[in-house]
């Protein structure tokens, strides 16, 4: 069973960083490529970016290309979402979530296991 914890989250101006991270209690956790999705209120699910374990290959949504960076420390079981250059269009819950292979257009994922989620607000 895999469990998600996630903080980060907060109130930021448009252009603002902020940087989410996720730390995981699995034993497996070497097994798993991880991700980011988000969901905002009325808005289908999107998948933000991926990161595999084995080679560190990520994954982004052409909507957060060149502004989000995925990384991963596994010794830590921690993985990061940095998030610059933020818009009021990244407003929404940012989820952490396991799989089994990172899909090229994150949202194609299939994510297995996710946590509670952390709120992201891009506002002025």
């Known amino acids: 069973q895999v469990q998600l914890v996630e903080s980060g989250g907060g109130l930021v101006q448009p252009g603002g960083s902020l940087r989410l991270s996720c730390e995981a209690s699995t034993f497996a956790w070497d097994y798993y490529v991880i991700g980011w999705f988000r969901q905002a209120p009325g808005k289908e699910r999107e998948g933000v970016a991926c990161?595999?374990?084995?080679?560190?290959?990520?994954y982004y949504a052409d909507s957060v290309k060149g502004r989000f960076t995925i990384s991963r420390i596994n010794r830590k079981k921690t993985v990061y979402l940095q998030m610059d250059s933020l818009k009021p269009e990244d407003t929404a819950v940012y989820y952490c979530a396991t799989s089994v292979a990172c899909a090229p257009n994150p949202s194609d994922t299939v994510w297995g296991s996710w946590g509670q989620g952390t709120q992201v607000t891009v506002s002025s």
């Open positions: 990161i595999r374990s084995s080679d560190r290959t990520t």
